[in-house]
């Protein structure tokens, strides 16, 4: 079974963008491992929040979802949504704590560089078959001249250099303890005291970048391939992942759902009547169909095995059948036309 994702957000199934964005902001706030560093149930339910979200935000999962109990649109059988990251959520609309050096902590508690995202259009006799592909994208890498550190640094005298410090307030409720980054080094636990001249202290530098992955056959529009690392590198940090947005053009002569290929066929009217064997084109050549005597227009055929593959699942070609009606009609046609009785 999928999971109840507008249950998890605690909104309605006709619930606006905005009160999704609300209901996620909030939740995802209450369950941040930062603030809840001793609880691995408020981890889980932080990922469980980041992933409704994840769905329900972008209006072709959440239509795929709603529709087909799935984010790409394949049904509980496919296994559920892909390619979500719960840090490239927050990347979608900035730290919600107000400290950047809140967002994008693994467990080892090192920054993560942002994650680059981009969108590659496939038609759908690439799909058909699978394709490698080759993109070229610039990406923040670490500083060949500092190795990523910045230059030469010293203990930050405030912190000691652990990063964060402790402060202790007075409340009627009695006294509370607060722990936070250091300001002082922005919670690096080191100062910067001799800059990288090659990247100015920043331990970046822009590089461009040529990737070739490959495609596999069957993949859906709107599915994301998540490239582990292939993303921004951040100073004393890791990097990001590269997301890769598939974007399926229309065809002009299918239509897709799922797995199975959907055409119209328009027929003569003999071939309709006294039925027929015709050939229709698919994505790799042509097959023949037999029309039965009095087919009537608008019937469905189904040809198993004949539409996109995934894995070890086979789609179905779905052939509609239409009436070829001519525009010019010579006059003696005509007069045999106006002698059927039917």
């Not at 009217?269 to 097959?287: D, F, R």
């Amino acid at each position: 079974m999928s999971k109840d994702y507008y249950n998890i957000l605690g909104v309605q199934k006709g619930a606006s963008e905005g009160d999704i964005k609300k209901a996620y902001r909030k939740l995802s706030k209450k369950f941040h491992p930062d603030i809840n560093p001793d609880n691995p149930q408020s981890e889980e339910k932080f990922k469980e929040v980041g992933e409704a979200y994840e769905v329900l935000s972008n209006p072709q999962k959440k239509q795929n979802y709603d529709t087909y109990g799935s984010a790409d649109g394949r049904g509980n059988g496919f296994g559920g949504n892909q390619g979500f990251n719960v840090n490239d959520i927050f990347s979608q609309f900035g730290d919600i704590f107000g400290n950047a050096s809140f967002r994008n902590r693994n467990k080892r508690g090192m920054s993560k560089g942002s994650n680059i995202r981009i969108n590659i259009n496939l038609t759908l006799d690439e799909i058909f078959s699978g394709i490698n592909k080759k993109i070229k994208y610039k990406k923040n890498v670490s500083c060949v001249g500092c190795e990523g550190k910045g230059g030469k640094s010293a203990t930050c005298g405030k912190c000691r250099g652990l990063g964060i410090i402790t402060q202790v307030q007075n409340t009627p409720f009695g006294k509370v303890q607060n722990t936070m980054h250091c300001p002082n080094c922005r919670g690096e636990g080191n100062m910067l005291i001799d800059p990288c001249k090659r990247c100015n202290g920043n331990g970046i530098n822009l590089k461009e970048e040529i990737f070739e992955f490959h495609i596999p056959a069957g993949i859906m529009d709107g599915e994301v391939l998540i490239i582990k690392n292939g993303g921004n590198f951040i100073k004393n940090g890791l990097n990001g992942d590269l997301l890769i947005n598939i974007v399926e053009t229309p065809h002009e002569k299918f239509r897709r759902s799922g797995l199975d290929l959907h055409q119209r066929v328009n027929l003569k009217y003999k071939e309709l009547v006294l039925g027929s064997a015709v050939q229709i084109p698919i994505l790799n050549g042509k097959i023949k169909i037999n029309i039965k005597e009095g087919t009537p227009i608008g019937h469905i055929l189904r040809v198993p095995g004949k539409g996109l593959r995934r894995n070890s699942e086979t789609g179905d070609m779905m052939i509609e059948i239409w009436l070829e009606i001519p525009s010019n009609i010579k006059d003696k046609n005509k007069s045999i036309i106006e002698q059927l009785d039917i």
